[in-house]
Nanobody, 129 residues
Framework: QVQLVESGGGLVQPGGSLRLSCAVSGFASNYHAIGWFRQAPGKEREGVSC????????YYADSVSGRFTISRDNAKNTVYLQMNSLKPEDTAVYYC??????????????????????WGQGTQVTVSS
């Protein structure tokens, strides 16, 4: 059973930075990748970024490319999302999830809910003046 817990959300001014953490419990063989998703009120859930368990592939949505960085610390079994140059449009609840099956096209996989079998509880990110 793969369990995930997000942390690091909060209130930040436009242009500021936050680092989200996703603590993962489980064996690496039990999941193919860790992804970050977000959902703002009244909007659909959006795939933000993901990293494969072997760190062989990294994906960023166009909306965050150049501003966000995903990374992992295997010793701590944690995946991070460093968010810089934050905008009000980044305001959302951010979730991490574990992909239980391999995939070929990352952008497509981010939009296939059945691939992501384990989800964290979410952490609120608010970007406001």
């Amino acid at each position: 059973q793969v369990q995930l817990v997000e942390s690091g959300g909060g209130l930040v001014q436009p242009g500021g930075s936050l680092r989200l953490s996703c603590a993962v419990s489980g064996f690496a063989s039990n999941y193919h990748a860790i992804g970050w998703f977000r959902q703002a009120p009244g909007k659909e859930r959006e795939g933000v970024s993901c990293i494969t368990s072997s760190a062989g592939r990294i994906y960023y949505a166009d909306s965050v490319s150049g501003r966000f960085t995903i990374s992992r610390d295997n010793a701590k079994n944690t995946v991070y999302l460093q968010m810089n140059s934050l905008k009000p449009e980044d305001t959302a609840v951010y979730y991490c999830a574990a992909a239980l099956f391999p995939f070929r096209e990352t952008a497509q996989a981010m939009g296939v809910p059945r691939l992501w079998g384990s989800w964290g509880q979410g952490t609120q990110v608010t970007v406001s003046s």
